[in-house]
């Protein structure tokens, strides 16, 4: 983990051989740091459940900005900044996965307030396999048998906790097809993870600094009222926010997207037991439902790994 660190805060690479096994183990590292942190993320909210879902996004965006442009500055990508600026292309891509993560992150922080974190993990053992989906719906590709099943697996799932539960489970589903939007396009945009995620929150700053100074004005705003230690959270969202973002990002352009989606099991499974500890009811109707995605998931992961094991070249004795 020290030397991954090192490469990144140092932002150092090569052509080796060796440089490009270390860039699978690195991908790797930074894909378990992420879903830790998103896993553990309920408990940072649970701080700010005084604060409405709106105003806890604003400080996310704005604090972003900063942390993101010293971490700029220390590995000298100011230039890369730069170079995206100049391609509208990449600037229309960073505008559309803004719009997906910030959608994303509202509604997680959302659910979290509002006692739905076992909804909201449910979001993320599916977003695996919306990765799936993303396949056959934007580059045309063909469903194994196996991923059929385990797509229809976690269909039924969703359609037992609707019917069983009787509330259609929007924050699972919205969650899954944003997250998923926003690793497909930060994986096609030609830019690296730290300058495009700071060009995404400078690109959302002045809407979040507005609807800010509209709820101070209108005596609203939960920061700057006198609580400082609320205060100090509010901006510690920034980093929060950035560091597993930015790992997220360093692992999605190392890695394949079937591996990002089993590293993916991580974080949902954090979150599960959470809403668990904070006594969110689990009906029979959740157990049915977790039960066939986890059932799905079981399947998804042998069939990806078995695929991977067919187009895996041999290695000399």
């Known amino acids: 983990m020290k ?28 894909g378990v740091v992420a879903y830790t942190l998103w896993g553990l993320f309920p408990l940072f909210l ?12 604003t400080h996310r965006i704005l604090w972003s900005v900063p942390f993101a442009a010293l971490l700029l500055l220390v590995r000298s990508q100011w230039s890369e900044v730069k170079t995206a600026i100049s391609d509208k292309r990449v600037l229309g ?13 509202l509604i997680y922080v959302w659910s979290v307030i509002n006692d739905q974190i076992l909804q909201a993990s449910l979001g993320y053992y599916i977003n695996p396999l919306m990765y799936v989906a993303a396949g056959v719906i934007v580059l045309g590709e063909k469903l194994r048998r196996a991923q059929i099943a385990a797509v229809s ?18 924050i699972a589903l919205s969650l899954a097809v944003l997250f998923t939007a926003y690793g497909y396009i930060r994986k096609m945009a030609n830019v690296g993870a730290l300058p495009g995620l700071f060009l995404e929150v400078c690109m959302l700053s002045p809407l979040a600094l507005l609807y800010l100074l509209w709820l101070m004005n209108a005596g609203e705003a939960m920061f700057l009222s006198g609580d400082a230690g609320l205060d100090a959270l509010l901006i510690f969202a920034g980093p929060v926010t950035v560091i597993p973002l930015v790992c997220f990002a360093l692992a999605a352009r190392r890695l394949k997207l079937s591996t990002l989606g089993f590293l993916q099991y991580i974080g949902p499974t954090f979150q599960f037991a959470l809403g668990i500890y904070f006594g969110e009811a689990f009906t029979p109707a959740h157990a ?3 039960g066939l995605i986890w059932i799905a998931l079981a399947i998804f992961s042998f069939d990806a790994a078995r695929a991977n094991r067919k187009v895996m070249p041999a290695k000399g004795v």
């Open 3 to 30: 030397n991954s660190w090192r490469r990144f805060m140092t932002n150092t690479s090569t052509d080796t051989a060796e440089t490009a096994e270390s860039r699978i183990r690195d991908g790797l590292i930074f």
């Open 46 to 57: 649970k701080l700010l459940s005084s604060v409405g879902a709106v105003e806890i996004l």
């Open 93 to 105: 891509a960073l505008a559309l996965a803004a719009i997906a993560i910030s959608a994303n992150w």
């Open 153 to 170: 697996l976690a269909t039924i799932g969703v359609v037992v906790l609707t019917v069983g539960a009787g509330v259609f489970p929007w």
């Open 288 to 290: 049915v439902a977790f």
